[in-house]
Protein backbone atom coordinates (compact mmCIF):
# COMPACT_ATOMS: atom_id res chain seq x y z
CA UNK A 1 0.00 0.00 0.00
CA UNK A 2 2.73 1.92 0.81
CA UNK A 3 4.44 1.55 -2.66
CA UNK A 4 1.33 2.42 -4.10
CA UNK A 5 0.99 5.95 -2.28
CA UNK A 6 4.59 6.63 -2.94
CA UNK A 7 4.31 5.69 -6.33
CA UNK A 8 1.56 8.16 -6.83
CA UNK A 9 3.03 10.61 -4.65
CA UNK A 10 6.03 10.31 -7.01
CA UNK A 11 4.23 10.89 -9.73
CA UNK A 12 2.09 13.60 -8.84
CA UNK A 13 5.61 15.52 -7.79
CA UNK A 14 6.75 14.50 -11.03
CA UNK A 15 4.10 15.70 -12.80
CA UNK A 16 4.28 19.14 -10.78
CA UNK A 17 8.18 19.57 -11.67
CA UNK A 18 7.50 19.16 -15.27
CA UNK A 19 4.61 20.95 -15.45
CA UNK A 20 6.70 24.00 -13.53
CA UNK A 21 10.10 22.98 -15.89
CA UNK A 22 7.76 23.08 -18.77
CA UNK A 23 6.10 26.71 -17.49
CA UNK A 24 9.82 27.88 -16.65
CA UNK A 25 10.73 27.29 -20.27
CA UNK A 26 8.21 28.97 -21.87
CA UNK A 27 7.70 32.20 -19.51
CA UNK A 28 10.55 34.11 -21.63
CA UNK A 29 8.99 33.17 -24.85
CA UNK A 30 5.36 34.01 -24.05
CA UNK A 31 7.22 37.07 -22.40
CA UNK A 32 9.12 37.91 -25.72
CA UNK A 33 5.76 37.42 -27.35
CA UNK A 34 3.62 40.06 -25.19
CA UNK A 35 6.42 42.78 -25.25
CA UNK A 36 7.07 42.09 -29.50
CA UNK A 37 3.30 43.07 -29.56
CA UNK A 38 3.60 46.11 -27.25
CA UNK A 39 6.31 47.23 -29.37
CA UNK A 40 4.63 46.49 -32.21
CA UNK A 41 1.36 48.23 -31.25
CA UNK A 42 3.36 51.19 -29.85
CA UNK A 43 5.24 51.38 -33.45
CA UNK A 44 1.43 51.32 -34.95
CA UNK A 45 0.34 54.28 -33.28
CA UNK A 46 3.70 56.18 -33.46
CA UNK A 47 3.68 55.87 -37.09
CA UNK A 48 0.73 58.41 -37.82
CA UNK A 49 1.55 60.59 -35.46
CA UNK A 50 5.01 60.57 -36.91
CA UNK A 51 3.30 61.10 -40.54
CA UNK A 52 1.10 63.81 -39.21
CA UNK A 53 4.17 65.75 -37.94
CA UNK A 54 5.73 65.23 -41.51
CA UNK A 55 2.71 66.44 -42.98
CA UNK A 56 2.24 69.63 -40.43
CA UNK A 57 5.99 70.58 -41.17
CA UNK A 58 5.17 70.40 -45.15
CA UNK A 59 2.28 72.57 -45.22
CA UNK A 60 3.60 75.05 -42.92
CA UNK A 61 6.38 75.25 -45.42
CA UNK A 62 4.12 75.10 -48.12
CA UNK A 63 1.87 77.66 -46.73
CA UNK A 64 4.59 79.82 -44.94
CA UNK A 65 8.49 79.74 -46.68
CA UNK A 66 9.11 83.15 -48.10
CA UNK A 67 9.40 82.23 -51.57
CA UNK A 68 5.77 81.25 -52.31
CA UNK A 69 7.30 79.04 -55.81
CA UNK A 70 9.62 77.09 -53.00
CA UNK A 71 12.68 78.00 -55.02
CA UNK A 72 11.16 76.32 -58.48
CA UNK A 73 10.46 73.18 -56.44
CA UNK A 74 7.58 70.46 -56.98
CA UNK A 75 6.64 70.73 -53.08
CA UNK A 76 4.10 67.80 -53.41
CA UNK A 77 6.42 65.41 -55.39
CA UNK A 78 9.17 66.44 -52.96
CA UNK A 79 6.60 65.17 -49.91
CA UNK A 80 6.14 61.88 -51.77
CA UNK A 81 9.75 61.14 -52.16
CA UNK A 82 10.18 61.79 -48.32
CA UNK A 83 7.18 60.31 -47.31
CA UNK A 84 8.20 56.75 -46.80
CA UNK A 85 11.40 57.02 -45.21
CA UNK A 86 8.94 59.33 -42.60
CA UNK A 87 6.48 56.09 -42.40
CA UNK A 88 9.76 53.69 -41.48
CA UNK A 89 11.15 56.83 -39.06
CA UNK A 90 11.60 54.68 -35.90
CA UNK A 91 12.24 57.43 -33.70
CA UNK A 92 11.70 61.17 -32.81
CA UNK A 93 15.44 62.16 -34.08
CA UNK A 94 15.27 59.38 -36.89
CA UNK A 95 12.02 61.45 -38.15
CA UNK A 96 14.00 65.07 -37.85
CA UNK A 97 16.43 63.66 -39.52
CA UNK A 98 13.80 62.97 -42.87
CA UNK A 99 12.04 66.11 -42.27
CA UNK A 100 15.42 67.79 -42.36
CA UNK A 101 16.77 66.09 -45.41
CA UNK A 102 13.15 67.34 -47.42
CA UNK A 103 13.81 71.22 -46.09
CA UNK A 104 17.51 71.06 -47.16
CA UNK A 105 16.30 70.94 -50.91
CA UNK A 106 14.98 74.53 -50.31
CA UNK A 107 19.09 75.62 -50.13
CA UNK A 108 17.89 78.20 -47.70
CA UNK A 109 18.96 79.36 -44.32
CA UNK A 110 16.65 79.64 -41.12
CA UNK A 111 15.04 76.37 -42.42
CA UNK A 112 15.36 73.39 -40.20
CA UNK A 113 13.56 71.49 -37.31
CA UNK A 114 14.69 70.73 -34.04
CA UNK A 115 13.62 68.47 -31.52
CA UNK A 116 13.64 68.66 -27.62
CA UNK A 117 17.03 65.94 -28.00
CA UNK A 118 19.11 69.76 -29.37
CA UNK A 119 19.62 72.50 -26.63
CA UNK A 120 18.87 74.44 -29.88
CA UNK A 121 15.21 73.58 -29.62
CA UNK A 122 14.62 75.34 -26.05
CA UNK A 123 17.42 78.48 -27.33
CA UNK A 124 15.33 78.72 -30.41
CA UNK A 125 12.34 78.71 -28.02
CA UNK A 126 13.18 81.47 -25.55
CA UNK A 127 14.75 83.61 -28.21
CA UNK A 128 11.24 83.43 -30.17
CA UNK A 129 9.13 83.17 -27.05
CA UNK A 130 7.05 86.17 -28.17
CA UNK A 131 5.75 84.81 -30.91
CA UNK A 132 5.60 81.29 -29.73
CA UNK A 133 2.93 82.41 -27.03
CA UNK A 134 0.10 82.73 -29.75
CA UNK A 135 1.40 79.12 -30.51
CA UNK A 136 0.95 76.74 -28.02
CA UNK A 137 3.93 77.73 -26.22
CA UNK A 138 2.25 77.16 -22.48
CA UNK A 139 1.54 73.19 -24.12
CA UNK A 140 5.06 72.48 -24.13
CA UNK A 141 6.34 74.81 -21.10
CA UNK A 142 3.32 74.93 -18.99
CA UNK A 143 5.31 76.83 -15.89
CA UNK A 144 6.41 79.80 -18.75
CA UNK A 145 10.38 79.02 -17.90
CA UNK A 146 11.98 77.72 -20.77
CA UNK A 147 15.08 75.67 -19.87
CA UNK A 148 17.27 72.09 -20.10
CA UNK A 149 20.08 70.82 -17.92
CA UNK A 150 23.61 71.79 -19.45
CA UNK A 151 27.07 73.09 -18.86
CA UNK A 152 27.21 76.03 -21.20
CA UNK A 153 28.52 75.00 -24.74
CA UNK A 154 27.55 75.39 -28.13
CA UNK A 155 28.25 72.81 -30.38
CA UNK A 156 28.43 71.47 -34.03
CA UNK A 157 28.02 67.31 -35.34
CA UNK A 158 31.45 66.62 -36.70
CA UNK A 159 31.59 64.67 -39.66
CA UNK A 160 32.16 61.57 -37.80
CA UNK A 161 28.44 62.33 -35.89
CA UNK A 162 30.42 62.95 -32.94
CA UNK A 163 29.76 66.82 -30.75
CA UNK A 164 32.36 69.33 -31.58
CA UNK A 165 32.45 71.98 -28.95
CA UNK A 166 32.19 75.78 -31.47
CA UNK A 167 32.27 77.93 -28.36
CA UNK A 168 32.29 77.81 -24.48
CA UNK A 169 29.90 80.77 -22.88
CA UNK A 170 31.57 82.63 -20.38
CA UNK A 171 31.40 82.28 -16.98
CA UNK A 172 29.32 78.49 -16.90
CA UNK A 173 30.16 75.43 -15.82
CA UNK A 174 31.58 74.33 -18.98
CA UNK A 175 34.09 77.19 -19.09
CA UNK A 176 35.02 77.01 -15.02
CA UNK A 177 36.10 73.04 -15.51
CA UNK A 178 38.27 73.62 -18.53
CA UNK A 179 36.50 72.74 -21.35
CA UNK A 180 37.48 74.33 -24.78
CA UNK A 181 36.36 75.17 -28.34
CA UNK A 182 37.57 72.13 -30.73
CA UNK A 183 36.87 69.55 -27.98
CA UNK A 184 34.94 66.55 -28.79
CA UNK A 185 32.64 65.17 -26.51
CA UNK A 186 32.50 61.29 -26.57
CA UNK A 187 31.27 59.82 -23.71
CA UNK A 188 29.30 61.07 -20.15
CA UNK A 189 29.74 58.96 -17.56
CA UNK A 190 30.81 55.96 -19.67
CA UNK A 191 27.76 56.62 -21.85
CA UNK A 192 27.62 57.83 -25.86
CA UNK A 193 27.75 61.39 -25.86
CA UNK A 194 24.04 63.76 -26.13
CA UNK A 195 24.02 67.03 -25.65
CA UNK A 196 21.19 67.33 -23.38
CA UNK A 197 19.83 63.52 -22.60
CA UNK A 198 23.49 63.34 -21.45
CA UNK A 199 22.57 65.60 -18.25
CA UNK A 200 19.05 64.76 -18.17
CA UNK A 201 18.45 64.13 -14.02
CA UNK A 202 21.96 65.21 -13.35
CA UNK A 203 21.89 68.74 -12.74
CA UNK A 204 23.88 69.65 -9.52
CA UNK A 205 25.73 66.19 -9.81
CA UNK A 206 29.04 65.40 -11.22
CA UNK A 207 28.99 64.27 -14.75
CA UNK A 208 32.79 62.75 -15.98
CA UNK A 209 33.05 63.98 -20.10
CA UNK A 210 35.62 62.05 -21.87
CA UNK A 211 36.63 63.81 -25.24
CA UNK A 212 38.94 63.95 -27.59
CA UNK A 213 41.69 66.97 -27.50
CA UNK A 214 44.32 67.81 -30.18
CA UNK A 215 44.28 64.05 -30.91
CA UNK A 216 44.63 62.89 -27.54
CA UNK A 217 42.09 61.48 -25.18
CA UNK A 218 41.28 63.27 -21.66
CA UNK A 219 38.87 63.32 -18.87
CA UNK A 220 36.67 66.62 -17.18
CA UNK A 221 34.21 66.62 -14.64
CA UNK A 222 31.69 69.00 -14.84
CA UNK A 223 28.44 69.72 -12.46
CA UNK A 224 25.54 70.73 -15.14
CA UNK A 225 22.79 73.61 -14.17
CA UNK A 226 19.17 73.97 -15.47
CA UNK A 227 20.20 76.54 -18.31
CA UNK A 228 17.52 79.17 -18.74
CA UNK A 229 18.74 80.38 -22.44
CA UNK A 230 18.01 84.10 -22.83
CA UNK A 231 19.67 84.15 -19.62
CA UNK A 232 22.92 82.43 -20.18
CA UNK A 233 23.39 84.82 -23.33
CA UNK A 234 23.02 87.76 -21.40
CA UNK A 235 25.15 86.31 -18.42
CA UNK A 236 27.88 85.32 -21.36
CA UNK A 237 28.16 88.41 -22.41
CA UNK A 238 28.75 90.06 -19.12
CA UNK A 239 30.85 87.51 -18.01
CA UNK A 240 32.68 87.88 -21.06
CA UNK A 241 34.32 91.99 -20.81
CA UNK A 242 37.74 92.02 -19.99
CA UNK A 243 40.95 93.85 -20.23
CA UNK A 244 43.82 91.92 -22.63
CA UNK A 245 47.32 94.07 -21.86
CA UNK A 246 49.20 94.14 -25.02
CA UNK A 247 52.38 96.48 -25.81
CA UNK A 248 51.72 98.73 -22.90
CA UNK A 249 47.86 99.24 -24.20
CA UNK A 250 44.69 98.06 -22.86
CA UNK A 251 42.69 96.39 -25.34
CA UNK A 252 39.21 95.51 -24.03
CA UNK A 253 36.98 92.54 -25.25
CA UNK A 254 33.40 91.65 -25.07
CA UNK A 255 31.44 89.00 -26.58
CA UNK A 256 27.90 88.68 -27.93
CA UNK A 257 27.13 85.30 -27.74
CA UNK A 258 23.09 86.01 -28.91
CA UNK A 259 21.73 89.50 -30.48
CA UNK A 260 18.19 88.55 -30.09
CA UNK A 261 16.47 91.42 -28.37
CA UNK A 262 17.89 94.36 -27.30
CA UNK A 263 18.70 93.87 -24.10
CA UNK A 264 21.58 92.69 -25.13
CA UNK A 265 22.68 96.06 -27.23
CA UNK A 266 21.74 97.70 -23.83
CA UNK A 267 23.92 95.42 -21.64
CA UNK A 268 26.95 96.33 -24.40
CA UNK A 269 26.21 100.19 -23.77
CA UNK A 270 26.45 99.80 -20.32
CA UNK A 271 29.58 97.67 -19.93
CA UNK A 272 31.35 100.14 -22.53
CA UNK A 273 30.48 102.85 -20.19
CA UNK A 274 32.02 101.27 -17.06
CA UNK A 275 35.28 100.37 -15.35
CA UNK A 276 37.12 98.66 -16.78
CA UNK A 277 36.17 98.34 -20.35
CA UNK A 278 35.50 102.37 -20.13
CA UNK A 279 39.26 102.88 -19.92
CA UNK A 280 40.21 100.84 -22.60
CA UNK A 281 42.48 102.18 -25.64
CA UNK A 282 40.93 100.21 -27.77
CA UNK A 283 38.41 97.15 -28.31
CA UNK A 284 37.84 94.04 -29.75
CA UNK A 285 33.92 93.28 -30.61
CA UNK A 286 33.33 89.64 -30.75
CA UNK A 287 30.50 88.58 -33.14
CA UNK A 288 31.59 84.78 -33.56
CA UNK A 289 29.30 81.91 -33.57
CA UNK A 290 26.19 82.21 -31.63
CA UNK A 291 22.77 83.47 -32.61
CA UNK A 292 22.16 86.68 -34.23
CA UNK A 293 19.27 88.88 -34.65
CA UNK A 294 20.75 92.31 -34.75
CA UNK A 295 19.35 95.25 -36.67
CA UNK A 296 21.59 97.50 -38.29
CA UNK A 297 20.84 100.45 -35.86
CA UNK A 298 22.87 99.05 -33.47
CA UNK A 299 26.13 100.46 -35.02
CA UNK A 300 25.07 103.90 -33.96
CA UNK A 301 27.40 102.85 -30.75
CA UNK A 302 30.08 103.68 -33.26
CA UNK A 303 29.04 107.01 -34.45
CA UNK A 304 31.45 109.52 -33.35
CA UNK A 305 29.33 112.42 -34.33
CA UNK A 306 26.40 111.78 -31.93
CA UNK A 307 26.33 112.82 -28.45
CA UNK A 308 26.14 110.86 -25.03
CA UNK A 309 23.78 112.15 -22.12
CA UNK A 310 24.57 111.69 -19.07
CA UNK A 311 21.52 111.96 -16.37
CA UNK A 312 21.98 112.67 -12.78
CA UNK A 313 18.90 112.18 -10.65
CA UNK A 314 18.77 114.06 -6.93
CA UNK A 315 20.58 111.36 -5.26
CA UNK A 316 23.85 112.22 -7.71
CA UNK A 317 23.43 108.74 -9.44
CA UNK A 318 24.68 109.02 -12.56
CA UNK A 319 23.14 107.53 -16.06
CA UNK A 320 24.47 107.37 -19.47
CA UNK A 321 22.49 107.68 -22.55
CA UNK A 322 23.19 107.12 -26.17
CA UNK A 323 26.47 105.83 -25.01
CA UNK A 324 29.42 105.92 -27.98
CA UNK A 325 32.59 104.23 -28.32
CA UNK A 326 35.05 106.73 -30.01
CA UNK A 327 38.44 104.90 -29.66
CA UNK A 328 39.52 102.41 -31.87
CA UNK A 329 37.49 98.77 -32.51
CA UNK A 330 38.05 95.27 -34.09
CA UNK A 331 35.18 92.92 -34.99
CA UNK A 332 35.75 89.43 -35.11
CA UNK A 333 33.85 86.54 -37.25
CA UNK A 334 33.77 83.52 -38.72
CA UNK A 335 31.48 80.93 -40.47
CA UNK A 336 29.47 80.33 -37.44
CA UNK A 337 28.12 84.22 -37.44
CA UNK A 338 24.82 84.83 -39.04
CA UNK A 339 21.97 86.30 -39.60
CA UNK A 340 21.56 90.13 -38.08
CA UNK A 341 25.26 89.74 -37.03
CA UNK A 342 25.96 89.35 -41.04
CA UNK A 343 24.08 92.46 -41.21
CA UNK A 344 26.38 94.08 -38.52
CA UNK A 345 29.56 92.98 -40.11
CA UNK A 346 28.18 94.30 -43.95
CA UNK A 347 27.77 97.79 -42.05
CA UNK A 348 31.02 97.55 -40.23
CA UNK A 349 32.88 96.86 -43.10
CA UNK A 350 31.06 99.31 -45.43
CA UNK A 351 31.56 102.50 -43.10
CA UNK A 352 34.56 101.77 -42.48
CA UNK A 353 34.22 101.77 -38.56
CA UNK A 354 36.60 99.29 -38.03
CA UNK A 355 38.86 95.78 -39.25
CA UNK A 356 36.73 92.87 -39.78
CA UNK A 357 38.86 90.21 -38.55
CA UNK A 358 38.35 85.95 -39.22
CA UNK A 359 37.25 84.43 -42.17
CA UNK A 360 33.64 85.14 -43.75
CA UNK A 361 30.40 85.26 -42.79
CA UNK A 362 27.96 82.24 -43.15
CA UNK A 363 25.93 83.58 -45.57
CA UNK A 364 22.43 82.72 -43.96
CA UNK A 365 20.32 85.98 -44.10
CA UNK A 366 16.58 85.54 -44.16
CA UNK A 367 14.18 86.80 -41.67
CA UNK A 368 12.42 83.89 -39.70
CA UNK A 369 9.89 82.92 -37.13
CA UNK A 370 9.64 79.68 -35.17
CA UNK A 371 6.62 77.00 -35.19
CA UNK A 372 6.17 74.29 -32.51
CA UNK A 373 5.04 71.18 -34.03
CA UNK A 374 3.75 68.30 -32.06
CA UNK A 375 7.90 66.92 -30.04
CA UNK A 376 9.55 69.30 -32.33
CA UNK A 377 10.44 73.23 -33.28
CA UNK A 378 10.20 74.60 -37.10
CA UNK A 379 12.71 77.69 -37.41
CA UNK A 380 11.36 78.42 -41.15
CA UNK A 381 12.66 81.62 -43.16
CA UNK A 382 9.79 83.54 -44.23
CA UNK A 383 10.98 86.88 -45.37
CA UNK A 384 14.14 87.80 -47.95
CA UNK A 385 16.24 90.74 -46.89
CA UNK A 386 18.50 93.14 -48.89
CA UNK A 387 21.08 95.24 -47.15
CA UNK A 388 21.53 98.69 -48.83
CA UNK A 389 20.46 96.59 -52.43
CA UNK A 390 22.68 94.19 -51.83
CA UNK A 391 21.16 89.96 -50.96
CA UNK A 392 23.81 88.34 -48.44
CA UNK A 393 22.10 85.20 -48.36
CA UNK A 394 24.45 82.61 -49.76
CA UNK A 395 26.93 84.82 -49.98
CA UNK A 396 28.29 86.42 -46.62
CA UNK A 397 30.69 88.99 -44.97
CA UNK A 398 34.42 88.84 -46.40
CA UNK A 399 36.81 90.01 -43.61
CA UNK A 400 39.25 93.02 -44.31
CA UNK A 401 42.01 90.94 -42.86
CA UNK A 402 41.75 87.32 -42.83
CA UNK A 403 42.84 84.73 -40.09
CA UNK A 404 41.79 80.96 -40.59
CA UNK A 405 41.43 79.02 -37.81
CA UNK A 406 40.85 75.46 -37.36
CA UNK A 407 37.20 74.86 -35.21
CA UNK A 408 38.85 71.11 -33.78
CA UNK A 409 42.08 73.54 -31.89
CA UNK A 410 40.48 76.84 -31.32
CA UNK A 411 40.96 76.50 -27.30
CA UNK A 412 44.07 76.23 -27.63
CA UNK A 413 45.08 79.19 -29.67
CA UNK A 414 42.89 81.44 -31.03
CA UNK A 415 44.47 83.41 -33.98
CA UNK A 416 41.42 85.38 -34.69
CA UNK A 417 41.81 87.24 -31.45
CA UNK A 418 45.30 87.59 -31.38
CA UNK A 419 45.42 89.26 -34.71
CA UNK A 420 42.90 91.83 -33.50
CA UNK A 421 45.23 92.20 -30.53
CA UNK A 422 48.36 92.78 -32.72
CA UNK A 423 46.18 95.47 -34.80
CA UNK A 424 44.48 97.49 -32.09
CA UNK A 425 47.77 97.58 -30.08
CA UNK A 426 49.81 99.74 -32.60
CA UNK A 427 46.76 101.58 -33.41
Known amino acids: MNKVINSALSRRHFLRLTSMATASALTPTVLWAEQQEAADSATSQAVPARI ?58 HTRYYTPYEPEYYQLSDIFAGALRRRGLERVFPSGRISYPGVGVLSRLDTQGRSMITGVVDGTPAQQAGLLAGDLI ?3 DGAPFQPVQSFRGRVGKEVVLRLRRAGAFTQISVT ?23 NGRSIGYVRVWCYAGSVYQRTLEHLLSQSPLNGADALIWD ?17 TRAP ?16 KWRKPVAMLVNGGTHSGKEILAYGFKKYRLGEVIGSRTEGAVLA ?60
Do not use: C
Open 52 to 109: ATFDEVWRTVRDRFYDPHLHGLDWSAVRERYLPDATRASSEEALAGVINGMLSELHAS
Open 186 to 188: VFA
Open 224 to 246: PVEIEPNKLFLDGLKASARIIPA
Open 287 to 303: LRDGWGGAIPGYLDLFN
Open 308 to 323: TIQVTDRNGANELENV
Open 368 to 427: ATAFLIDGGLLLLAVGDVQVDGERLEGVGVAPTIEVQADPASMGLGDPQLNRAIAVLSVA
